[in-house]
C-alpha cells in the first residue's frame, strides 16, 4: 500500500510528526505533495528506472520526495549529509542521478554543485543558493493528479566496500503499481506493524535502516514521528508524549538512555511501547539485559543488510533463551561456508551466506564486488561479509565482523578510504586504520602510522595528520588518536596483517 490509499481512509489523520516542533503531515497532505513531486520529475524528462538523489537533513519533506520517486519508478539515492562535497558528489556521479534535492540547512549544499558531471536538475528547500530552483516554487506550479501510470520504484543505498568507494546497491524494479506496495514489507510482520502504529524514529533518515522503517511504517498505515537528531531523555519524552509503539535503535542509543539519571528514567510513562527494534551494530549482552529489565521484554533484534539478501530476526523470548545470537533466518536460507564454500555443520564458524532462489542485488558500477560477495558455487547464496555459526537450533551466532569494518555508535565506517587519505601526507609512510574500543560508541577510529625518516616531532605531527584529514574526510571517519610505528606489519605479497596490530587493543 502507499499514501494514496491511506489518504482516502483516514486524510485528516497525521501521516507524520515532526517530534522537535510538533509540525504535522496528513495523508491527504502526503498523498497530494508526493503526487506534485512525481510530476514535477516526471514533467522535466525524469522516467522509470532513471535516478535521484536526496540530500537532506530529517525533515518531512524527506517523505514526500521519497514517495514522489517510489510512485514513479525511479531509484532514490539518501546521501549521508554529514560527508564532504566531493563525496556527497561522487556518490550522486556514480548512481547517475538526474536530479538532486537538498537543502540550504546542508552545509555542502553549495560546494558540491562545482563536484557534479551531469545532474542537470537541482533543487533546493529553503534559501535559494547557487544554480539551485526553489523546490517549494516548483512543486506548487506541479499538478496534484496522479500520473497516468504509476511503477513502483525503490532505493538504491550506497555501502562503502574494502576499496574505499562506496558502492550502490541495485535491486531490480517490478514494474508492478505502487498500490501493490513496497517489495518484501508484510502486513503480517512479525513486529506487528500496523495502521495504529506510532513509529518513533531517533535516527539519521539517510540511514537503510531508519529510512527504510519509516517508508514501511508509512506503507502499512502507521504514524511515523521523526527526530530532528538523537537524544536520550527527548526520546523517551516523545515516547510518552506521543504514545510510541514502535521504535528502532541501535546500541549506543541504549548506552545513552541507560547512562541516565534513575529520576530522569522513572520520569516518563513508557507503558504504551510494545516494540523496540534493534541492529545495526552488535549490542553487548549485558546492554541488553539492562534494556530489557527496564522496558520489559519488548527488544526485537535482526540482522540484515542493505543488499536485502537475506535476514534474520529474533524475539525477546527468543533471545532470553540463546543471548547472543541474532536469530533464525527470516528471509532466505542461511548456510555457513569455509573459506573454499564447502558447508559447515552446527557449531562450526564460517563465512554467513544467505541462499534465495535468484540474487536480489547487485552493486551499481562494481561487478567485482558483486562477484566476491558471492558464493563460489552457488550463485543464488550471497554474503555480507561476516562470520558467525549455527547453533543445531539454526539460530545464527555472529563471531566477527566485515574484513576490518568499523562500527561506531552504529554507523559503518571503512578503513580503506581513511587510509587513502591520510598516505596522502608527506609524513606518511604507511598507514593502518582500524577500529579500538570505545565504551560508548562500541569502537572507535585508530590509525597506527609508519613515519617517513625526516619527521620526529610526533605532537605536532598528530595535530597536523588530524587537520588533513577533517579537509579530506566526515567528521566521523577522522582517527580519535594516532599511534606511531616503526615499521607495519605486512606479508611478503604486501598484503597488511592487521590482526597482529588490533591485538594491542582489544582484550
Avoid at 514489507?185 to 535502516?209: C, K
Avoid at 552446527?346 to 551466506?353: L, P
Avoid at 591520510?422 to 569502537?443: M, R, T
Amino acid at each position: 500500500m502507499y499514501p494514496g490509499h491511506w489518504s482516502t481512509i483516514k486524510p485528516e489523520s497525521p501521516a507524520l510528526i515532526f517530534a522537535t516542533t510538533g509540525e504535522t503531515l496528513s495523508w491527504e497532505t502526503l498523498d497530494r505533495r508526493s503526487i506534485k513531486a512525481a510530476h514535477l520529475m516526471r514533467e522535466r524528462g525524469l522516467e522509470p528506472g532513471d535516478h535521484i538523489s536526496l540530500l537532506m537533513e530529517n525533515d518531512l519533506k524527506y517523505f514526500e520526495i521519497a514517495w514522489a520517486a517510489y510512485r514513479s519508478g525511479l531509484y532514490i539515492t539518501c546521501i549521508n549529509r554529514y560527508l564532504t562535497a566531493e563525496e556527497a558528489a561522487y556518490i550522486v556521479n556514480d548512481s547517475g542521478s538526474k536530479a538532486l534535492f537538498t537543502s540550504s540547512e546542508i552545509e555542502v549544499s553549495t560546494s558540491i554543485l562545482k563536484h557534479l558531471e551531469d545532474c542537470p536538475l537541482r533543487f533546493i528547500k529553503g534559501q535559494i543558493q547557487g544554480n539551485y530552483e526553489s523546490y517549494e516554487d516548483c512543486l506548487n506550479a506541479s499538478s496534484d493528479r496522479p500520473l497516468e501510470e504509476e511503477p513502483m520504484g525503490d532505493s538504491m543505498l550506497y555501502s562503502s566496500g574494502t576499496t574505499g568507494n562506496p558502492k550502490g546497491i541495485k535491486r531490480p524494479l517490478t514494474g508492478a503499481h505502487v498500490r501493490e506496495g513496497i517489495p518484501g514489507v508484510e502486513p503480517n510482520n512479525r513486529f506487528g506493524i500496523n495502521d495504529q502504529t506510532i513509529y518513533l524514529s531517533p535516527a539519521p533518515l539517510y540511514h537503510a535502516a531508519p529510512f527504510g522503517y519509516c517508508m514501511r511504517t508509512l506503507a502499512l498505515g502507521g504514524t511515523v514521528v521523526v527526530m530532528d537528531r538523537f537524544d536520550a531523555q527527548l526520546s523517551l519524552e516523545y515516547i510518552d508524549k506521543y504514545k510510541v509503539t514502535h521504535s528502532q535503535w541501535v546500541p549506543t542509543m541504549f548506552i545513552r538512555m541507560l547512562k541516565l539519571e534513575a529520576t530522569v528514567k522513572s520520569k516518563y510513562d513508557l507503558s504504551s511501547h510494545e516494540c523496540a527494534i534493534h541492529a545495526a551494530a552488535p549490542c553487548p549482552k549485558e546492554i541488553k539485559h539492562q534494556m530489557m529489565d527496564w522496558w520489559g521484554p519488548i527488544l526485537w533484534e535482526y540482522y540484515a543488510g542493505t543488499e536485502r539478501n537475506g535476514s534474520t530476526i529474533i524475539s525477546p523470548h527468543e533471545w532470553l533463551e540463546n543471548p547472543g545470537s541474532v536469530g533464525r533466518a527470516h528471509l532466505g536460507v542461511l548456510h555457513i561456508c569455509d573459506e573454499n564454500g564447502n558447508e559447515l555443520a552446527a557449531g562450526e564458524e564460517g563465512m554467513v551466506y544467505f541462499e534465495q532462489a535468484t540474487r536480489s542485488f547487485e552493486y551499481h558500477n562494481a561487478p567485482e564486488k558483486t562477484s566476491s560477495a558471492t558464493h563460489p558455487i552457488n550463485k543464488n547464496w550471497t554474503t555480507l561479509g561476516d562470520v558467525g555459526y549455527l547453533n543445531k537450533n539454526g539460530y545464527l551466532f555472529l563471531t566477527d565482523r566485515k574484513a576490518y569494518m568499523i562500527i561506531s555508535g552504529g554507523v559503518n565506517i571503512y578503513p580503506q578510504e581513511i587510509e587513502d587519505a591520510l598516505i596522502l601526507h608527506p609524513a606518511v609512510q604507511d598507514v593502518a586504520v582500524f577500529g579500538v574500543p570505545n565504551s560508548d560508541f562500541g569502537e572507535e577510529v585508530k590509525a597506527v602510522i609508519q613515519l617517513t625518516d625526516e619527521f620526529e616531532d610526533k605532537e605536532q605531527l598528530t595535530d597536523d595528520l588530524m587537520e588533513f584529514a577533517r579537509e579530506k574526510l566526515a567528521a566521523y571517519k577522522v582517527p580519535r588518536t594516532i599511534d606511531y610505528i616503526d615499521e607495519l606489519p605486512r606479508l611478503p605479497t604486501g598484503k597488511l596483517y592487521k590482526r597482529i596490530l588490533k591485538e594491542k587493543y582489544w582484550p
